[in-house]
T-cell receptor
Framework: TQLLEQSPQFLSIQEGENLTVYCNSS?????LQWYRQEPGEGPVLLVT?????EVKKLKRLTFQFGDARKDSSLHITAAQPGDTGLYLC??????????FGSGTKLNVKP | DAGITQSPRYKITETGRQVTLMCHQT?????MFWYRQDLGHGLRLIYY???????DKGEVPDGYVVSRSKTENFPLTLESATRSQTSVYFC??????????????FGPGTRLTVL
């Protein structure tokens, strides 16, 4: 059983569309991270959110941490083909142990 | 080279054989992790280590052994490989969370096939 549930699992959209990826859990985390992974490579950190209700923006990407620190969302505005990849959320507990979601595979078509 | 490296990058072995995957990092990060990645499961933690000589089990430790005699190295051994251990294995490291910064840096992965 996955501690963190991500949805959707797959997303195929046209360039210019907006999308939102969700990461939900019944557990509280000290922080939550979002990673992006390209084929044949390891994941790379996009953002860390720590405070309940926190919103962080990274260019066209907006990350939100739920008030109860159990869930998070990633919103991409005007998606581009370069955004294609696997997006992973990870909850971090008080012992620096990481729990990854199953990932959202995004394909942005030109 | 600076960073985190894994070797080998690809490995094919047979059921019952012992296999060791190597991981080396040059940042002197206190934490190191081993994950396996399978379709539909994301990354699952096998073992992690908070410092040299300190290791702890993750979600899926059965069939794996780790050691950490030096801060920079964290080898993962499959004592008797099984087909279900066919996967892509990632090593990662991070600084201590007490420093207020715990980004994980991942190696390039080892693709292991057990026949």
């Amino acid at each position: 059983t996955q501690l963190l549930e991500q949805s959707p699992q797959f997303l195929s959209i046209q360039e210019g569309e907006n999308l939102t990826v969700y990461c939900n859990s019944s557990s509280v985390f000290s922080s939550l991270q979002w990673y992006r992974q390209e084929p044949g490579e390891g994941p790379v950190l996009l953002v860390t959110v720590v405070t309940g209700g926190e919103v962080k923006k990274l260019k066209r990407l907006t990350f939100q941490f739920g008030d109860a620190r159990k869930d998070s969302s990633l919103h991409i505005t005007a998606a581009q083909p370069g955004d294609t990849g696997l997006y992973l959320c990870a909850g971090v507990d008080n012992f620096n142990k990481f729990y990854f979601g199953s990932g959202t595979k995004l394909n942005v078509k030109p | 080279d600076a960073g985190i490296t894994q070797s080998p990058r690809y490995k094919i072995t047979e059921t019952g054989r012992q296999v060791t995957l190597m991981c080396h990092q040059t940042w002197s990060h206190s934490y190191m992790f081993w994950y396996r990645q399978d379709l539909g499961h994301g990354l699952r933690l096998i073992y992690y280590s908070a410092a040299a000589d300190i290791t702890d089990k993750g979600e899926v430790p059965d069939g794996y052994v780790v050691s950490r005699s030096k801060t920079e190295n964290f080898p993962l051994t499959l004592e008797s490989a099984t087909r279900s251990q066919t996967s892509v294995y990632f090593c990662a490291s991070s600084d201590s969370p007490l420093a207020g910064y715990n980004e994980q840096f991942f190696g390039p992965g080892t693709r292991l096939t057990v026949l």
